[in-house]
């Protein structure tokens, strides 16, 4: 299975695009870190996978396929 967005270029994103690390500077956000937002995306990762998995095995891989082609 292909990602939709490779982990590389989300972190790099996350951290030099949108400076996710000011936002846990302030007092509303401090009991986040990027690890934990890296562990939330690795949770989401895996339970987007399984659902996949799931779905393709009940419809017969006929759903969630994504295409470059217009």
């Known amino acids: 299975m292909t990602d939709i967005i490779n982990r590389l270029d989300l972190t790099f994103m996350l951290r030099d695009w949108l400076h996710i ?7 509303h956000f401090s009991a986040h870190s990027f ?3 890296e562990a939330m995306l690795d949770i989401a990762e895996k339970v987007g996978r399984e659902v996949d998995s799931r779905n393709n095995h009940e419809f017969g891989g006929m759903i969630g ?3 470059s082609a217009a």
């Open 21 to 27: 690390e000011e936002l846990f500077e302030a007092e």
């Open 35 to 37: 690890e934990t937002t």
């Open 65 to 67: 396929r994504f295409s």
